[in-house]
């Protein structure tokens, strides 16, 4: 019998590689993503009590993973212009928005492109890692990549803060959200409605993982959590290859 023909590398690649997904789903929505995520997420709210619980120190390193339009990243630079900021973001074109606003609030943050599941950054790198309404765009798997490379980038001791959907507090709140569901995918946002997001950041080996705020808003229950990196991560590197 023959051996059958080559695999393509070129497709067992694009297979591996991560899909981007635009802010507000679609690409053409892009510029309306400040617009829109303000005012139905309550986000300065929010992004205010992320930056309260990353608690940064003169020189930290803080990581925002999923930075968008680069809201957080600025928010975190100016509560401690000592600490050094990175945002980065899988998408180029809302990276273009992040730079432009950057620039224009004079906020020295670094803009990287690359994805949650593959993050381009040294283990252990980071004093503090960050996250806002990200994971509820990605499937179960992808979730649970995302959360291992932020722990392989955080350093022993080092401070995770994550802000997304989670199972809604009352009838409006689960009402409310299922026009995020039906947005955003019944898959993806399955976990964040059944409130399965502190038990996939402690299996991605976090400790302390507490739900430290609840917002309820006009699309669902926003939770902020934070947890711990007890030990150095151990996900895949940047190559795709375990250390």
């Known amino acids: 019998?023959?051996?059958?023909?080559?695999?393509?590398?070129?497709?067992?690649?694009v297979e591996?590689?991560?899909?981007?997904?635009p802010a507000l789903r679609y690409r053409g929505l892009t510029w309306l993503y400040d617009?829109?995520?303000g005012p139905t997420t309550r986000e300065r709210a929010v992004k205010a009590a992320i930056v309260v619980q990353a608690r940064l120190e003169p020189g930290a390193q803080v990581l925002d993973?999923?930075?968008?339009?680069?809201?957080?990243?600025?928010?975190?630079?100016?509560?401690?212009?000592a600490a050094t900021v990175v945002g980065v973001d899988g998408d180029p074109r809302i990276l273009a928005v992040a730079?432009?606003?950057?620039?224009?609030?004079?906020?020295?943050?670094?803009?990287?492109?690359?994805?949650?599941?593959?993050?381009?950054f040294e283990r252990n790198q980071f004093d503090r890692v960050v996250t806002s309404l990200l994971l509820h765009h990605l499937d179960d798997a992808a979730k649970a990549g995302a959360l291992v490379e932020m722990r392989r980038v955080l350093r022993p001791g080092g401070t995770l803060v994550v802000a997304d959907w989670d199972r809604p507090r009352g009838p409006l709140?689960?009402?409310?959200?299922?026009?995020?569901?039906?947005?955003?995918?019944?898959?993806?946002?399955?976990?964040?409605?059944?409130?399965?997001?502190a038990p996939a950041i402690t299996k991605a080996g976090f400790a302390n993982v507490a739900a430290v705020a609840h917002?309820?808003?006009c699309c669902?229950?926003?939770?902020?959590?934070?947890?711990?990196?007890?030990?150095?991560?151990?996900?895949?590197?940047?190559?795709?290859?375990?250390?």
């Open 1 to 13: 019998m023959r051996p059958g023909p080559s695999p393509n590398p070129m497709i067992s690649r």
């Open 16 to 21: 591996r590689e991560p899909a981007i997904v």
């Open 35 to 37: 617009f829109v995520i």
């Open 65 to 81: 993973v999923g930075a968008g339009t680069g809201s957080l990243a600025i928010m975190l630079k100016r509560s401690q212009p």
């Open 99 to 120: 730079r432009r606003k950057g620039s224009t609030a004079a906020a020295d943050v670094s803009w990287v492109e690359g994805m949650a599941q593959r993050l381009p």
């Open 173 to 197: 709140m689960h009402a409310a959200f299922l026009l995020v569901r039906l947005l955003d995918g019944w898959a993806n946002t399955r976990a964040h409605a059944a409130g399965q997001i």
């Open 215 to 217: 917002f309820s808003t």
């Open 220 to 243: 669902g229950t926003l939770t902020v959590f934070t947890a711990t990196n007890p030990a150095a991560g151990d996900g895949p590197n940047p190559n795709g290859e375990l250390r």
